[in-house]
């Protein structure tokens, strides 16, 4: 033992060079000599080397490779107590400018390696933080050895490095991004053993301890650290399932990007990102039906993932804005309850979304908002929902703040709403809505939107043929309604009238049209109307003039009145002289055209009328009013 420390003190640790080189030879001949004894001194022989390790003399440095090589081939399983401080010294080396010191400490390394697979008492727990804590150099020969050092011990039987995996995986995954080509390779190999082993050993995993470090690296730039990171991910969703959800912002943040790539070498990253997405969607309908109480466990970060799909559906592409839309019909769907506590977070995305370039993203958009618009929770089935006059509120102030949305998607938005909800109700909110604008401008042209919509779309068939037969009087209610909004435009009014049938009144109409000034704009909706009288949608009209109906020949000759000679004017007119010219006669009428008459004789068309001058009185005081600003603009100009 004195020998032994005359030779660390004294010589392994002096300042000539040679004596050191001469101590740590002194130190490798005594354990040979020692042999089995050698183990009682491990401190003594151990710790003097490891100091020259880190000399500043080359050779010391050989030497001491060469001597701690020696030392631990004859301790063997002695070293354990000291491995870590043994690891520590020769990870080092690997990087050594000398390569004589690089090729002794291989040599030890191989010797280490060898001992930790025999050796069942080797502390795994407690090597792993050290290798850890060298896992981030940048090094390369460093990064080499410590996934050489991993694949060695994954190979220990009963190691069970899944279970330490979340110390480590953050730094594995940065040395997978390596510029090196042989490390990635050897990184991405070890990755993937580790995945097969998770796959096979699910219960002795701590997903919620790794999945946020795969989150992280899946946003990476370098493809294959990507891929790694995504597919372990569509791993975790498959293996954990329900334990993944309250995850789901941080995945979905992470996936979503993904779904818009289209290059080659991305076309995999996609396709595990859609696997993802879709299968983490059916986690959320896997567990619908549970109570309330496992449903709060299950979705904590809801307001997260909202947060997540609202950010997408406001700056992603198109792909991901189609993806956090089904999310969000999905959840609708699925947690109706939970997702109305967020809904004044979600519609007014929404509503932002209906200006998309993609009609496919606005019909998913629409979708949502109907989903949304229908929910009634356990109020009455019959009546109208809070949430469905609240969002044609707001759709109304969209289309009034933003007037090239109404004019470029406004007739495609309403009409896939009425596909959607229930036309009829639709109509009357929007009427009932409009009847208080105090935009005259907004309200003639919303109802000549509503109007040619009304009269042009397949979509609103039903709702035609319910104002067309207008035999009860739920659809004589509409009639009232729809016309007490139809008075902002003056033809608008008059193609309801003869929709509805009501002829005598339509003929009442068109002699206070008559007396009105006469615009351009008015012109343009009556040129409008005579294409529409010669569409399919008005076959019924023009069968009817077979009958001889005087007030709807009369309306008839009092558009060609109102019209100037123009194309409109020679249609109108080809019209009439088809129609033969009969006397007129008494025909006895249909069970339907009876009650038709009866449940239409409840509607006060005076007051109609009245309210119809009304309405034409006050466009015309605000077309004066404009025109006077104009001039006076003028004049202020010049």
Known sequence: KKLLKVLGSDFAISQNPHMRKGGLIGLAAMAIGLGRESGNYSGELINPILECLSDADSRVRYYACESLYNVVKVLRENIIPYFNEIFGATSGLVADPDQTVKNGSELIDRLLQEIVTENSKFDIENFIPVLRERMYTKERFVRQFIVSWLTVLDSVPDSQMAKYLPEFLDPLFIILDDPSPEISTMCEKQLGEFLSNIIKNPEQVDFAGMVNILIVHSQSENVTLQMMAITWIQEFVSLAGKDMLPYTSGILDSVLPCLAYDTQDKKTVREIAHVVNENLKQLIEAEHGNSQVDQSVLYPNLEKTIQV????????????????????????????????????????????????????????????????????????????????????????????????????????????????????????????????????????????????????????????????????????????????????????????????????????????????????????????????????IFTFLRMELLDGDQDLVSAMYGLLMLLPQSEAFRIIQNRLACVPQLQSRDKPKTKKTKKKIKVAEEIDFAALLDHFQEMTEKHHLLRRKEKTQMLLAKHNQS
């Not at 509409?478 to 003056?490: A, E, N, V």
């Open 309 to 536: 799909l609202t950010k997408h559906l406001q700056r992603g592409t198109q792909q991901s804005k189609v993806a956090a839309l089904d999310w969000l019909h999905h959840l609708f769907i699925q947690i109706p309850e939970f997702m109305f506590a967020h809904v004044n977070i979600v519609t007014p995305v929404l509503l932002k979304t209906l200006s998309d370039h993609s009609d496919e993203v606005v019909i998913l958009d629409l979708d949502v908002l109907a989903k949304i618009s229908s929910y009634r929770g356990d109020k009455d089935p019959k009546s109208t929902s809070v949430h469905f006059k609240q969002f044609i509120t707001n759709l109304l102030k969209l289309f009034s703040a933003d007037r090239n949305l109404l004019e470029l998607k406004g007739s495609f938005i309403i009409r896939q709403l009425c596909v959607l909800l229930k036309a009829e109700d639709i109509y009357r909110s929007f009427s009932e809505l409009l009847v208080h604008e105090e935009n005259l401008r907004f309200s003639r042209l919303m109802v000549e939107t509503l109007s040619t919509i009304l009269l042009t779309s397949s979509e609103l068939y039903d709702l035609r043929s319910m104002l067309r037969e207008l035999n009860s009087r739920d659809s004589c209610q509409l009639f009232c309604c729809l016309y007490q909004t139809w008075c902002h435009s003056q033809i608008a009014t008059i193609s309801l009238c003869l929709l509805c049938g009501c002829y005598s009144h339509t003929v009442d109409l068109i002699r206070l049209v008559g007396e009105q000034e006469v615009t351009v704009e008015m012109l343009t909706e009556l040129d409008r109307l005579v294409q529409l009288l010669e569409s399919p």
